[in-house]
Each structure stands twice: as structure tokens, then as C-alpha cells.
């Protein structure tokens, strides 16, 4: 089994920002591409980014114009940098590629109004 470890999660106010880290194993990360889900209580864990190992990013409408995930391939690790944060942006987020082998533990985004 890989490893997937995300951090960067934290509190933060409405209209705020946070960038996300992933460090994935290769065996997770050398895949088609990659991306980061999150769950928030009581809904289902949806996909809100991705990215393709050419660089195609896709976002969900709902955090369009706000996220903006990266990758370093040599390295890699994932990133999400999420501005201009809503209180329904409130999850555990997760990265994993998107046919997910197994998930990590996740990182908290709390964001308070």
C-alpha cells in the first residue's frame, strides 16, 4: 500500500485562504491525474479538483474561480490554494487520484462566519 498525507488545513474566516499539501507515494501519484476531494458532515465525498499529469486542471462550479490545484510531479506532491473561502467550503479534504486505491487521513478546513 502507498501514502497519501495532507496537511494544511486549519481555521479561518469567511474570505480567507489556505494552501493545501499532498505527499503522495509514487505508486499513488504516477497515475493519469490526480486530485482533491473533500467531505463534509453528513454529504458524500465529492471531487472538487483535478489535474492531469499534462497540466489540464477541472474544477467543480461550486469552488471555480476560488481553487487552483498544482502539482509537482518530481516531487510528488499536490496542492490546493483555496481563496476566498465559504463557510460551505467546511470539510475534510483529501487527495488521491481518481480511481482512489485506499485515502489518507485527511487535513480539517473549518471556515467560520
Known amino acids: 500500500q502507498g501514502q497519501l498525507v495532507e496537511s494544511g488545513g486549519g481555521l479561518v474566516q469567511v474570505g480567507g485562504s489556505l494552501r493545501l499539501s499532498c505527499a503522495a507515494s509514487?505508486?499513488?501519484?504516477?497515475?493519469?491525474?490526480m486530485g482533491w476531494y473533500r467531505q463534509a458532515p453528513g454529504k458524500q465525498r465529492e471531487l472538487v479538483a483535478s489535474?492531469?499529469?499534462?497540466?489540464?486542471?477541472n474544477y467543480a462550479d461550486s469552488v471555480k474561480g476560488r481553487f487552483t490545484i498544482d502539482a509537482d510531479n518530481n516531487q510528488n506532491t499536490l496542492y490546493l490554494q483555496m481563496n476566498s473561502l465559504k463557510p460551505e467550503d467546511t470539510a475534510v479534504y483529501y487527495c488521491?487520484?481518481?480511481?482512489?486505491?485506499?485515502w489518507g487521513q485527511g487535513t480539517q478546513v473549518t471556515v467560520s462566519s
Open positions: 509514487r505508486s499513488v501519484f504516477r497515475v493519469n491525474a
Open positions: 488521491n487520484n481518481l480511481n482512489p486505491p485506499f
Open positions: 489535474i492531469t499529469t499534462g497540466g489540464t486542471t
